[in-house]
Every structure is written in structure tokens, then in C-alpha cells.
């Protein structure tokens, strides 16, 4: 009953048959770095052997704009990312560099993220919220924001080329629970769930789209449809809206614990952020 609603969904959407998976796909690169972008699927992942990054299922052309860092457009907003750390803002007069000396004093966060702090699942941008309303007096960012994708992406290059590595047990466990119940939800007027395309037909085309896992160890996500940087939060939106669903609110519990088990889904994928997608 249920695999018959799935394919009928699946076939309103033109999923076609399986497409080759880019065979010896050519290696991800980065100033003589070599990312990781297929290794073996942790072992709570029962229906995955293998884990491969987004960028594997891109077309040769999007996949060159993130070899070469002048390329990459999203290093543009990296630039503004930068700005952004040593501008004095808010009532202490205060810029993210006057306590911070070196951005680069971040590398592994982004990798660790995100993580449970005091009971709480926290994400890198409410971090961000966290040091300029308490330590700046300044406004908080919005989640989607320019600024806070450009911060999010400026802090997370830093941990370019490290293994993501989510901590899930101790009292990390209902979070991912709750995260991962979500991934296997069906919703919406399609009633398919993220694993209805990202872990059961992968490496398939959806209408002009090779489907990948739905990794995250790209994000923030500089997307060619739209020409900017995208939050995790903002493509989860999207492909809620996909499937004509209601999308939780960017920032909500619900997608942070949807990040949060899609980390995990992730764990030793290099960290691309600033990656490019389509
Ligand atoms: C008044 C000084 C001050 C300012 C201004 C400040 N920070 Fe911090 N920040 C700290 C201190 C101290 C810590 C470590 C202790 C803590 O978390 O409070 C910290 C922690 C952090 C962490 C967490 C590091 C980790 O590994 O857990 C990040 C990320 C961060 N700051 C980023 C920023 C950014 C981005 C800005 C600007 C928007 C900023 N900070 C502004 C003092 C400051
Ligand atoms: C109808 C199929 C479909 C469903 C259901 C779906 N997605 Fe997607 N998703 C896509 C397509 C198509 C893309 C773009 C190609 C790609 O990267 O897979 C995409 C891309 C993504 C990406 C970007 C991957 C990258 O490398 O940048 C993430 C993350 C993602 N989806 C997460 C989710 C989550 C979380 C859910 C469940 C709430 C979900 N998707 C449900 C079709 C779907």
C-alpha cells in the first residue's frame, strides 16, 4: 500500500531509472587538497552502504566552479563574510574581531556542528545570534539573511576539508531521534518523506536534477538558480515546498533536528562549505 503511494509520487515527480553515477568520477581538489567526497556509511545508516557528497551527482561544469577558489562564486560572499567580522556594531561598540584576532581560531566548529550545548541543540547561527546580541548589543541577523549566510560561510570555510564528525550520543540521542523520525515522515500532498528521494532513488534524475543524498557537508550552498548562498535551512524549505508540503520555519526545532541527523548521515564527507550546487 504504502511502497504503491510512493512510487505513484515518485513517478509524478518523472523520476527516471537509474543514470551511471559518474564512474571514477574525477577527484574534488582545492589547492592541492583532496576532499572526501564517498567513504563508507556509518553504520546506524541501515540502507546506505555509502555515504557521497552532493557534489559527486553535479554536472562537470558546476563541479569546475568549485576547484578553483576565483571561480567559486560563493567566496564573493565569503569577502563580505570578512567585512562583516570586523564591523563595530551594536551598543557596546564592538566588532566580532575585537575579542576575535583570527577567524581561522574556529577551524573544526562547522565540522562539529550542530551540537548540544547545556541540553539544547544549537546551531551555528544562533552561535552567531548568541555573540552579537550578548557580547555586541547588536540586532540579530535574520536566519536566511545575507549577512548571517556570509558569517555562517566565512566561519565554516575554516573547517574546509575536515570530516564531519556530529556528536549524536549522550543527550544528543532524542535530538537526533527526533531528526531522524522527521527524514522518514512522509508529508505533504505527494506524502513522500526526504529518504522517499534522497536514500531510496539517489543517483536517479528527477525532471533535469541528478539526485544526490541530500548531504550537508556543502552548506551554506552557493546555488546557481539562485545566485546566492543558501542555508540548510533554506533547501530544506525548498524541497519541502517540492513535494507540496508546509515547510517548517528556518531556525525551527524541527529543521534543526532535521540538520542535525542529515550531519550525521554525513560523518566522515569532507566539510566543502562554500560549496556550489545548481
Ligand atoms: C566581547 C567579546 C566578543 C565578541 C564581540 C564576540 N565574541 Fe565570539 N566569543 C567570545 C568568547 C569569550 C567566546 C568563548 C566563550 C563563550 O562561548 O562565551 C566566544 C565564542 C565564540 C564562538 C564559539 C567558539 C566555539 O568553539 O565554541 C564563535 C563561533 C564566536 N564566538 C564567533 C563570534 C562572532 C562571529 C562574533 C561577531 C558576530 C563574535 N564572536 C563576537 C567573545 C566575543
Ligand atoms: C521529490 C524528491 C525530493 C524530496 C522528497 C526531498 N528532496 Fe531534497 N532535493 C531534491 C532534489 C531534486 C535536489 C537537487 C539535487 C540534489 O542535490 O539531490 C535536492 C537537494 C537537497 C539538498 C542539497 C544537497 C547538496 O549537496 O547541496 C539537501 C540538503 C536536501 N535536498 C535535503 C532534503 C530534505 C531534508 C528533505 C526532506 C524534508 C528532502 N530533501 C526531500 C529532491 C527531493
Not at 574556529?106 to 541543540?121: I, S, T
Not at 545570534?129 to 570555510?157: C, F, H, Y
Not at 548531504?215 to 538558480?225: M, V
Request: hydrophobic share 40%.
Amino acid at each position: 500500500m504504502k511502497l504503491t503511494t510512493t512510487l505513484m509520487a515518485v513517478s509524478a515527480l518523472a523520476i527516471s531509472s537509474t543514470v551511471a553515477l559518474a564512474d571514477g568520477h574525477a577527484p574534488l581538489m582545492i589547492e592541492d587538497q583532496l576532499f572526501v567526497t564517498e567513504t563508507k556509511a556509518p553504520a546506524y545508516l541501515e540502507n546506505l552502504d555509502e555515504i557521497f557528497s552532493g557534489w559527486v551527482f553535479r554536472a562537470s561544469e558546476t563541479q569546475s566552479l568549485q576547484l578553483d577558489d576565483f571561480d567559486n562564486p560563493g567566496m564573493i560572499f565569503v569577502d563580505k563574510g570578512i567585512d562583516l567580522f570586523a564591523k563595530v556594531e551594536g551598543a557596546e561598540g564592538k566588532s566580532c574581531a575585537s575579542c576575535h584576532d583570527d577567524v581561522a581560531e574556529f577551524a573544526g566548529l562547522r565540522a562539529q556542528m550542530p551540537r548540544v550545548v547545556d541540553g539544547k541543540l544549537q546551531a551555528m547561527e544562533e552561535i552567531i545570534n548568541n555573540e552579537r546580541v550578548n557580547k555586541m548589543g547588536a540586532d540579530p541577523w535574520g536566519w536566511n539573511s545575507s549577512q548571517m549566510t556570509a558569517m555562517t560561510a566565512l566561519i565554516s570555510l575554516q573547517s574546509r576539508g575536515m570530516p564531519v564528525d556530529v556528536a549524536i550520543d549522550g543527550d544528543a540521542a532524542s535530538f537526533w531521534d527526533r531528526g531522524k523520525e522527521l527524514y522518514y515522515t512522509r508529508v505533504g500532498q505527494l506524502d513522500m518523506s526526504c529518504a522517499n528521494c534522497h536514500e531510496d532513488n539517489y543517483d536517479t534524475m528527477i525532471r533535469a536534477d541528478h539526485l544526490s543524498q541530500g548531504q550537508i557537508n556543502g552548506f551554506p550552498t552557493y546555488r546557481l538558480k539562485n545566485a546566492k548562498l543558501n542555508s540548510t535551512h533554506a533547501r530544506f524549505s525548498g524541497c519541502m515546498k517540492n513535494i507540496r508540503a508546509k515547510p517548517y520555519k528556518a531556525g525551527s526545532d524541527e529543521f534543526k533536528a532535521l540538520e542535525f541527523y542529515l550531519a550525521s548521515r554525513g560523518q566522515g564527507l569532507s566539510i566543502e562549505s562554500p560549496s556550489v550546487r545548481n
